[in-house]
């Protein structure tokens, strides 16, 4: 079993699985309709980090520190296309500490821009898959949503901008 949560009032454990499958429910349901398909997949994958040896060590009392956010934003990367991905990327990195700043290609491992962070190494959290089902995200579609209403590379930069906050929420 692989913990994600653990009452300490009541010792109730929360299994990885549960508490990323309810999170994906809650961010679909909350979710405007053209965008409920990335929200499931960003809950799905907010805390597959959390599947890492060294994060069990921890939350079974070891005293380390463990990073585990920015393992389902390189999943999202590999599996989506870069759009998408980067929209779920910065969520995912970012719900513990804020939507990061994307950075460049060039940015090495230990900045704190999504590029870099993004090239950090991690236990394996592969369990995952085997644990997770995780849909496809039809490309076309979202790029039609995100370009409908737009007249300028500006507007569609701002309306990227502002879908990303507003799945961050």
Do not use: W
């Amino acid at each position: 079993m692989y913990k994600a949560h653990i009452n300490d009032t009541m010792g109730k454990i929360q299994t990885v699985k549960e508490h990323c499958e309810g999170v994906a429910r809650l961010c679909s349901d909350f979710a405007i309709e053209d965008l409920k398909d990335i929200m499931y997949v960003i809950g799905l994958f907010h805390d597959i980090g959390k599947y890492q040896r060294t994060f069990q060590q921890r939350i079974n009392g070891e005293n380390i520190r463990v990073e585990h956010s920015v393992c389902g934003a390189i999943e999202a990367k590999e599996k989506y296309d870069d759009i998408p991905a980067l929209l779920m990327g910065c969520c995912i990195a970012g719900h513990h500490g804020g939507i990061p700043d994307i950075g460049y290609p060039t940015d090495t491992d230990d900045l704190s821009t999504l590029r870099g962070r993004l090239k950090r190494k991690f236990d394996d959290y592969s369990i995952y898959k085997e644990e997770l089902a995780v849909p496809l995200i039809d490309n076309n579609e979202f790029l039609q949503f995100l370009l409908r209403d737009c007249d300028s590379m500006d507007k569609c930069i701002d309306k990227f901008a502002f879908m990303t906050r507003y799945c961050y929420s």
